[in-house]
């Protein structure tokens, strides 16, 4: 294999943990995933961290030396400086020091192994090697389980000064609203996310008898899905156009206030939703027209990495360290 500078990218999950190999242009050479079986407790799945990495450089035809660092996508909150998860609910993890165990399994050094949280660095990925590449800042929202997202001004990651910050999915939009997971209402999250979508979609399901929705899941509920509501539009029912109108406006309102505050190059939209493509992009594109403070100057588009996303930012975060 041709040498060069290469970098780990490793995107934790609670449910898996994926790694690739990557070149110094952030291309993907090699990838490989297992499963992160969280229950096992936070050395078990850095020792697997390191031993995914070591397989991927070998199969990749490199030693894991070879590599000009690792970086490390983690969920919760993660402090960059010290190398620490300090929180991350769905895997249990409390002031874990994931960088220097990951350098004590993996062998790499210490100081080349950086860390950050796994929404900032996706959005990091997509300005890198993504939709925002070329872009002087860039904002990213992911439409999930929840409502993730990460702030890119000038090629740095914005962490707030504990390292917290951009928990975009944590805005309120609407006073004293919905219940969000997080304890507080109204959040973006309950709104927006792929969750709150389907919720939604459900609410209707159940109260308007008089739509084809009915006839696409046959009458059960439990069949409603994210895809539902913009699957029915799209055959002409009013119902599903009715939950669709809804669920843009809120996401246009949501979107607006981060344009309003950031006024960012490009705003990106992420996650599964985003395949409805100018269904959902021509009607928010219109609702934010009226909603910018000022003239829209902001290019709002969809994010193009995918679940690569992730490991690309993480790579460019050791990268740039």
Do not use: W
């Not at 609203?177 to 389907?198: N, W």
Request: proline share 2%; net charge negative; glycine share 14%.
């Amino acid at each position: 294999m041709k040498m060069g500078k290469y970098y780990i990218g490793v995107d934790l999950g609670g449910t898996n943990i994926a790694i690739g190999l990557t070149d110094e242009n952030y291309n993907i050479i090699k990838k490989s995933s297992v499963p992160t079986l969280a229950e096992r407790g936070a050395d078990a799945i850095a020792h697997d961290m390191a031993e995914l990495a070591k397989k991927v450089c070998e199969d990749a035809g490199i030693s894991i030396s070879d590599v000009e660092g690792a970086g490390i996508a983690a969920p919760g909150t993660v402090n960059p400086e010290s190398g620490v998860i300090e929180y991350a609910n769905n895997i249990r993890f409390r002031d874990f020091p994931m960088a220097k165990r990951f350098s004590e399994e993996s062998g790499i050094p210490e100081d080349k192994v950086a860390l950050g949280n796994d929404a900032n660095l996706a959005a990091l990925g997509e300005y890198v090697a993504g939709t925002a590449k070329g872009s002087k800042s860039a904002v990213m929202i992911t439409l999930g389980t929840g409502v993730g997202g990460g702030v890119i001004i000038d090629g740095k990651v914005l962490t707030g000064y504990a390292f917290g910050g951009a928990e975009l999915g944590h805005m309120s939009i609407v006073y004293n609203g919905k219940k969000c997971s997080c304890g507080r209402r109204g959040c973006f999250e309950a709104y927006c996310s792929a969750t709150a979508l389907v919720k939604l979609t459900k609410e209707k399901f159940i109260y308007e008898r008089d739509t084809l929705m009915h006839q696409m899941c046959d009458g059960d509920v439990n069949k409603v899905g994210g895809k539902t509501a913009f699957a029915a539009m799209k055959r002409g029912d009013e119902v599903g156009r009715e939950v669709v109108d809804e669920f843009i406006s809120y996401l246009a309102c949501g979107i607006a206030n981060l344009i309003n505050i950031f006024q960012p190059e490009m705003l990106l939209i992420g996650g599964g939703i985003c395949n409805e493509g100018e269904n959902l992009m021509a009607p928010l594109r219109e609702k934010l027209n009226g909603e910018i403070y000022g003239s829209m100057k902001t290019k709002v588009a969809i994010a193009m990495l995918g679940n690569d996303a992730g490991i690309v930012g993480a790579a460019a975060a050791v990268a740039t360290k």
